[in-house]
């Protein structure tokens, strides 16, 4: 299995606070991408970095922040967390885009309340 | 922008049949489609990549072709078993991102 992992793999919160998940990966690869998956919807794309320092949003990227200061980490914040953003939220990389073969995280299931 | 739906939703067969799941693109200007599996609660696992200039690709009991210029991928599932239940995820890329269809959930009867 690819070498990524996401923290927490649970979380419960309350509308109106930040919340930050993390992706962390050992495999070096430079693309990273945060999706969630709901329901009828499938898995969207929310924000995705080609490198440290360098993101781009996704289609579903209002409500959501990114940050990479590292090649192995990925945070994706929730600025003002709403009931909207209740989804599973996955973390997957690739080695040099959409090119290659992408890896999935084991997913982080969030419940706003 | 990309729609990539997958027919049938939900599919249900005994032991031991061989089975077909079907992916369609609306854009045919794909990098390449790959195959995922999703287990309940879990992450999804990676099947198969066939690169567009690719028409198929196979990996133990799967096979996976692609055709690009009808927009269709199918994943046949050879002599299948209790342990391929799971829910099948095509996705293609474009641009920089990957589009995913919304599944089909396969469940093998023994």
């Known amino acids: 299995d690819a070498g990524i992992t996401q923290s927490p793999r649970h979380k419960v919160t309350e509308t109106g606070t930040p919340v930050t998940l993390r992706c962390h990966q050992t495999?070096?690869?430079?693309?990273m991408y945060w999706y969630r998956q709901d329901p009828g919807h499938g898995l969207r794309l929310i924000h995705y970095s080609y490198g440290v320092k360098d993101t781009d949003k996704g289609e579903v990227s209002d409500g959501y922040s990114v940050s990479r200061s590292k090649t192995e980490d990925f945070l994706l914040t929730l600025e003002s967390a709403t009931s909207s953003q209740t989804s599973v939220y996955f973390c997957?990389?690739?080695?040099?885009?959409?090119?290659?073969?992408?890896?999935f995280g084991q997913g982080t299931r969030l419940t706003v309340v | 922008k990309q729609e990539v739906t997958q027919i049938p939703a939900a599919l249900s067969v005994p032991e031991g049949e061989n089975l077909v799941l079907n992916c369609s693109f609306t854009?045919?200007?794909?990098?390449?489609l790959q195959w995922f599996r999703q287990d309940p609660g879990k992450g999804l696992t990676s099947l198969l990549l066939i690169q567009s200039s690719q028409r198929e690709q196979t990996s133990g009991r799967l096979n996976a072709s692609l055709d690009k210029s009808s927009g269709r991928s199918t994943l046949y599932i050879a002599a299948s078993q209790p342990g391929d239940s799971a829910t099948y995820l095509c996705a293609v890329t474009e641009g920089n991102q990957f589009y995913f269809g919304t599944g089909t959930s396969l469940t093998v009867i023994p």
């Open positions: 997957a990389i690739s080695e040099t885009g959409v090119n290659t073969e992408a890896f």
């Open positions: 495999e070096n690869h430079r693309y």
């Open positions: 854009d045919s200007a794909i990098y390449n």
